[in-house]
């Protein structure tokens, strides 16, 4: 049971009757009574699919909760099918003009709202899978540089509502130029490929490895400072230098040079202050003779 359903509808029969009927579903249920519980449950379990009332009564409407889960990031992906009393079609054309995926009309046939749930949450699946690949670098398997980019603004954005502390070390291989013109391009791959198990066992769980590209990799430590990841950076180009895998394949030996930023170091916080941040304390390693790390 790894899919979640939210309903969101006034009427707690509904919630009842669906939650019986879909239990061969193998779904999680949450409910919410009102859009603002909805609103807030949508956003804090992130479900699979939204069955979603359209009057909530009260005057609520669940038309205008529907807009403001697709203008809101985090939910605006998780399908929505509307379940209500109205079957005229200039409900049905604006349920589907906000983006609703699908629109069934109560009372319901139970075997058929399942199937159009089942589809939903199939096509959510699907959806989910695309999503995870194309985040992913096909030389690693670690995450690239599109899922950095939309991560770092999010962790950005928690460290601005927090203040808390978010730190970058962005790694890159020493003179890797000659490993691939003296060994051969695929050797060269085969570093990379080894460098991103070096960098995925350095990190902690909740750290983030990337490589943004070529040979450039990013660890993401987040409410993390710079003093605490020093030792961090230490134990990474320690972990390159004596990785038994890169010394098999370059027998003159691995290094990197590695440069660290946070957040608390910055004056005006944002994502391309800290990149930037990072990258110059990486040239710095780079110029002050490599196989070092600067913060
Ligand atoms: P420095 O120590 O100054 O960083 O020198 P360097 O030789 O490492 O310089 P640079 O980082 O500019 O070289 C990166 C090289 O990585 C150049 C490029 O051809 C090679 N490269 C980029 N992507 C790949 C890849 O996917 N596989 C392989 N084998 N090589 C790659």
Excluded at 99 to 106: E, F, L, R, S
């Amino acid at each position: 049971m790894n899919q979640t359903v939210l309903i969101i509808d006034d009427s707690p029969d509904i919630h009842r009757i669906i939650e019986v009927r879909g239990r061969d579903l193998d779904v999680r249920f949450v409910s919410a009574l009102d859009a603002e519980e909805g609103f807030a449950l949508a956003a804090s379990e992130r479900p699979d699919l939204i069955l979603l009332d359209v009057d909530l009564g009260e005057g609520t409407s669940g038309f205008d909760l529907c807009e403001r889960l697709k203008s809101t990031p985090v939910v605006r992906d998780v399908p929505v099918i509307f379940l209500t009393g109205e079957g005229q079609s200039d409900s049905k054309i604006r349920a589907f003009d906000i983006g609703a995926v699908d629109y069934v009309v109560k009372p319901f046939n139970h075997g058929e709202l399942l199937a159009r749930m089942r589809s939903a949450l199939r096509t959510k699946h699907l959806v989910d899978m695309l999503a995870e690949c194309a985040n992913l670098d096909g030389l690693t398997g670690l995450r690239n540089r599109r899922y950095f980019d939309e991560r770092l603004a999010q962790e950005v954005e928690t460290v601005r509502r927090h203040d808390c502390a978010l730190t970058l070390i962005i790694m890159d291989i020493d003179k890797f130029k000659t490993i691939n013109d003296t060994l051969g391009h695929p050797r060269g791959d085969q570093v990379i490929q080894a460098l991103g198990q070096v960098i995925q066992r350095v990190g902690r769980m909740t750290d983030i490895p990337c490589r943004l590209g070529g040979d450039e990799f990013v660890l993401m430590l987040p409410q993390t400072d710079t003093p605490a990841v020093e030792v961090v950076a230490e134990r990474l180009c320690e972990a390159v230098r004596s990785d038994e895998t890169l010394n098999r394949l370059v027998p003159n030996g691995v290094t990197c040079s590695v440069g660290l930023a946070s957040t608390s170091m910055l004056e005006d916080l944002s994502a391309d202050a800290l990149i930037e941040a990072a990258d110059q304390a990486l040239y710095a390693s780079k110029r002050g003779g490599r196989d070092r790390w600067t913060a």
